[in-house]
């Protein structure tokens, strides 16, 4: 039985090392700035913490259309990233959708040329529209 004890005590030591080696000096940083304001129509929010990280994003209902509406929300956050590589990101939310914007995200390809052969039907399409149909 004492075998099993040492054992056992043995195992939770080991345990209890590598925990605390896994333990992030991310866990330990503190809140330096926090605001926030939330409204019906509208709110706003931003923070810093000691480890560099920060935040800011406000966002607005407004009215797309008839009856309508939408929240536009734009922002931008930084921190640094795993690699050491620091990473700021800006973005705004609309109808359009998202869109961000940052050094760090890929570039699309170019645009590629459309091929003739598609080109010529699309000009044939707009050139010859479907006659309407008569609805009763």
Do not use: W
């Not at 935040?55 to 956050?77: I, M, R, T, W, Y």
């Amino acid at each position: 039985m004492q075998k099993f004890l040492v054992a056992f005590a043995l195992a939770v030591a080991c345990v209890h090392a590598d925990v605390a080696h896994l333990k992030s000096p991310e866990a330990d940083a503190q809140v330096l700035r926090s605001t926030a304001d939330v409204q019906p129509d509208q709110y706003s929010f931003a923070f810093e913490t000691s480890n560099g990280i920060a935040a800011q994003e406000s966002g607005v209902l407004k009215n797309v259309g008839k009856d309508e509406a939408a929240l536009e929300v734009q922002g931008s956050n930084q921190y640094t990233a795993p690699d050491g590589q620091p990473i700021q990101l800006t973005f705004i939310a609309n109808e359009n959708g998202y869109q961000p914007q940052g050094s760090h995200l890929p570039t699309p390809p170019p645009p590629q040329p459309i091929p003739d052969y598609i080109q010529r039907s699309l000009d044939y399409i707009a050139a010859h529209p479907p006659k309407p149909e008569n609805k009763f």
